[in-house]
């Protein structure tokens, strides 16, 4: 297996990511829900959060999602850009993910279709991951791939 089909796999099951942004020079860390889709990975936020904002200013940021806790540790982590997807076609792939995965925002779709919805749907493209995982990998926990 790859290691971007093994981080993927991880990835199916992780609930929370933590996302970095910064803005004038200044860090900012939030967790969100996401799902992850033909590589990148995707979340539901409102413009008005201070991540959101930050993002409209600089779209790159940073992820880190823990995938086991306890030893031995497993965890991913990327950095890339973000922006807010507009397409019907992958608004309604992403939301019936999203839908099935933390069975909320159902209609998140009618409502975007509409113009009514309230909150946004972000997507991060990495540029680089990181798998740092113990269990898998002892001799080489730490292992990174560019995209």
């Known amino acids: ?3 971007e089909n093994e981080i993927f796999e991880h990835l199916k099951n992780a609930k929370t990511m933590q996302l970095a942004t910064v803005n004038d020079s200044k860090p900012w860390i939030c967790t969100v829900y996401f799902v992850p889709h033909e590589g990148k990975l995707y979340w539901l936020s ?3 959060r201070r991540h959101s904002q930050e993002l409209a200013n600089d779209n790159h940021a940073a992820i880190a999602i823990a995938i086991k806790t306890d030893k031995p540790v497993i965890g991913v982590q990327t950095e890339g850009m973000v922006e807010v997807v507009s397409g019907k076609d992958i608004v309604q792939v992403v ?3 999203y839908a099935n995965k933390y069975d909320q925002a159902h209609d998140f779709y009618e409502n975007f279709a509409a ?10 493209t990495p540029k680089t991951w ?3 995982d113990e269990h898998n990998h002892p001799d080489t926990p730490r292992q ?3 995209v």
Do not use: A, I, R, W
């Open 95 to 97: 939301c019936d993910l």
């Open 115 to 124: 113009g009514t919805n309230q909150h946004n749907l972000y997507c991060f």
């Open 1 to 3: 297996m790859s290691l």
């Open 144 to 146: 990174e791939v560019k």
């Open 46 to 48: 409102l413009p008005s």
């Open 130 to 132: 990181v798998l740092f």
